[in-house]
C-alpha cells in the first residue's frame, strides 16, 4: 500500500516508539510479580517512547507544535501544525503484562484533524488515515460495522476508577446501555477502542472523560471508516468536553439517547 509522505513520517515514529515499548513490555512481564511492581519503570519507558516519537517527528517537520502527554505543550514557530500524541495509552494494560496498549499520533491543521496512526506494538496492529484518504489496519481498508440495532451491537466503553470522577454518572450510563445490548467492553486503551469501532470489531463506544491525545487519531479513523463521533451531548466539542461518543451513523444516534435516559 502506497502511502504518504506525511503518513510515513507518522508510521515510522510510531514503529520505533513501539519497538522500544515492546523490549520494556518483554521486562514487565518478569518485573511485575514482584511485590513492589515495575510501576517506575513503566513510567520511564512511557517517557522514552515520548522521546522517541518527539524526535522523530521533529526531524521530519521542524518547527510543528506538540501536544504530548508527558511534556504537555511544546510551541513550535509553525502555528498551522500540531502533532496530538499518546506515546502510551493503556498505561494500566502494560504496568498489568496485558498485552493492549498502543501509541497514537494524530497532526492538526488549522485545528482540524488531518492525519492519525494508532498501533499496537505487542498485536503488530497499525492503525492509519488521512483525511480524504481512507482508514486502514494495515495495508486493509477500513469500515464501520453494518449493524444497526444495539441489540446486536458490541459497545466498548471507558470505566472510571480510583482518582476519577464521573463513578455515579457511569452507572447510570451503563444501566441504561447494558440491557439493550449484545455484549460491553472495556479494552483500557482509549485509543484502540476507537480504532476497534473504526475496524467494525465493535460497533460503538462512549467514555466520559478523555483527553485530546487519547481521541484525536482515533476519531479521523473512525471518520474515514465511514463512523460517526462526537461529545457525549451530541456536539462537536470532544477535547473542550472530554467525552466521546462514536459509532455507525445509526448506532452513534442511538447510543447518545440511550446514554441519557431517565432513571426510572
Ligand atoms: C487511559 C486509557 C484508558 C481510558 C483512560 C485513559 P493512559 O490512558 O485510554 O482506556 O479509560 O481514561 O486515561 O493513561 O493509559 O494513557
Ligand atoms: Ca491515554
Ligand atoms: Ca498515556
Not at 85 to 100: A, M, Q, S
Not at 134 to 161: M, Q
Amino acid at each position: 500500500m502506497a502511502r504518504s509522505a506525511l503518513l510515513n513520517v507518522m508510521v515510522q515514529a510510531a514503529m520505533k516508539a513501539g519497538r522500544s515499548l515492546s523490549r520494556d513490555f518483554g521486562e514487565v512481564q518478569n518485573l511485575q510479580v514482584s511485590l513492589k511492581g515495575p510501576g517506575d519503570y513503566v513510567s520511564q519507558a512511557d517517557r522514552k517512547a515520548e522521546e522517541i516519537i518527539h524526535a522523530e517527528l521533529s526531524r521530519a517537520r521542524p518547527g510543528y507544535a506538540f501536544l504530548m502527554e508527558e511534556r504537555g505543550v511544546v510551541e513550535g514557530e509553525d502555528d498551522q501544525h500540531r502533532w496530538i500524541v499518546d506515546p502510551l495509552d493503556g498505561t494500566t494494560n502494560f504496568l498489568h503484562g496485558i498485552p493492549i496498549f498502543s501509541i497514537s499520533i494524530a497532526l492538526e491543521r488549522q485545528g482540524q484533524i488531518v492525519a492519525g496512526v494508532i498501533y499496537n506494538p505487542a498485536m503488530d496492529e497499525l492503525y492509519t488515515a488521512e483525511r480524504g484518504g481512507g482508514a486502514f489496519l494495515n495495508d486493509r481498508r477500513l469500515r464501520v460495522s453494518g449493524r444497526t440495532k444495539l441489540s446486536d451491537s458490541v459497545i466498548g466503553c471507558g470505566i472510571p476508577h480510583l482518582g476519577r470522577g464521573h463513578h455515579g454518572n457511569f452507572l447510570v450510563e451503563l444501566r441504561n446501555v447494558m440491557g439493550e445490548v449484545a455484549g460491553i467492553r472495556r479494552l483500557g486503551s482509549a485509543a484502540l477502542d476507537l480504532a476497534y469501532v473504526a475496524a467494525g470489531r465493535m460497533d460503538g463506544f462512549w467514555e466520559p472523560a478523555l483527553a485530546p491525545w487519547d481521541m484525536a487519531a482515533g476519531i479521523l479513523l473512525i471518520r474515514e471508516a465511514g463512523g460517526f463521533c462526537s461529545d457525549m451531548e451530541g456536539g462537536q466539542e470532544m477535547f473542550d468536553k472530554g467525552s466521546i461518543a462514536a459509532g455507525n451513523e445509526a448506532i452513534h444516534k442511538t447510543l447518545l439517547k440511550t446514554l441519557k435516559k431517565p432513571i426510572r
